[in-house]
């Protein structure tokens, strides 16, 4: 069981396209990544966010963390081809369980097609 | 390149025979990270260190799972007696930690991963 839900888990868009991937948690957690993986790489960080509340922008890309810590969105504008990959949130600093190392969700796979 | 190198990229290997994974991590980094991932999921937690520190370990380490870092630079993950559930890819990232009580964690660099096949 992933302490980290995403959904959708799968999305299939035209290009041009607005979309939200949501990640939800029972746990609160000190901060909350985000990373996106191409296949057969690692997963590359797009943002940190810390704060409850706090509203991250990355070009088209806009990031939210919820009020209580525990859930955040990620909101993609006009989606682009090249963003297809699979879209992970990562919770660091469970203030429930302790740990420190980077929990990840269950990940996002989203297919944008020209 | 001064990234996180992991070998080998790719290992098949039977059912019941031992593996070893080695991780270099950016050389200036101080806390190198575990994780397992199968497709289409998200990287599960394995372990942690701070130099050559283990300082957490997920349930799902088992006794025949153990990792190193003897010198607080590379790492090295092995497995025993390896089982067909064990096929995935193993993922080593690093990071520049700080303090021990810290809870945040920087941004984490991940390696190309070492996809195992046990036949």
């Known amino acids: 069981t992933q302490l980290l839900e995403q959904s959708p888990q799968f999305l299939s868009i035209q290009e041009g396209e607005n979309l939200t991937v949501y990640c939800n948690s029972s746990?609160?957690?000190?901060?909350l990544q985000w990373y996106r993986q191409e296949p057969g790489e690692g997963p590359v960080l797009l943002v940190t966010?810390?704060?409850?509340?706090e509203v991250k922008k990355l070009k088209r890309l806009t990031f939210q963390f919820g009020d209580a810590r525990k859930d955040s969105s990620l909101h993609i504008t006009a989606a682009q081809p090249g963003d297809t990959g699979l879209y992970l949130c990562?919770?660091?600093?469970?203030?429930?369980?302790?740990?420190?190392?980077?929990?990840f969700g269950s990940g996002t796979r989203l297919q944008v097609q020209p | 390149d001064t990234g996180v190198s992991q070998d080998p990229r790719h290992k098949i290997t039977k059912r019941g025979q031992n593996v070893t994974f080695r991780c270099d991590p950016i050389?200036?980094?101080?806390?190198l990270y575990w994780y397992r991932q199968t497709l289409g999921q998200g990287p599960e937690f394995l372990t942690y260190?701070?130099?050559?520190?283990?300082?957490?370990k997920s349930r799902l380490l088992s006794d025949r799972f153990s990792a190193e870092r003897p010198k607080g630079s590379f790492s090295t993950l092995e497995i025993q007696r390896t089982e067909q559930g064990d096929s995935a890819m193993y993922l080593c990232?690093?990071?520049?930690?700080?303090?021990?009580?810290?809870?945040?964690?920087?941004?984490?660099?991940f390696g190309e991963g070492s996809r195992l096949t046990v036949l």
């Open positions: 966010v810390v704060t409850g509340g």
């Open positions: 990562a919770g660091a600093g469970n203030m429930d369980t302790g740990r420190r190392a980077l929990t």
């Open positions: 050389s200036e980094h101080n806390r």
């Open positions: 260190f701070q130099n050559e520190a283990q300082l957490e």
């Open positions: 746990s609160v957690f000190s901060s």
């Open positions: 990232a690093s990071s520049m930690g700080l303090a021990i009580g810290i809870m945040n964690t920087g941004e984490l660099f």
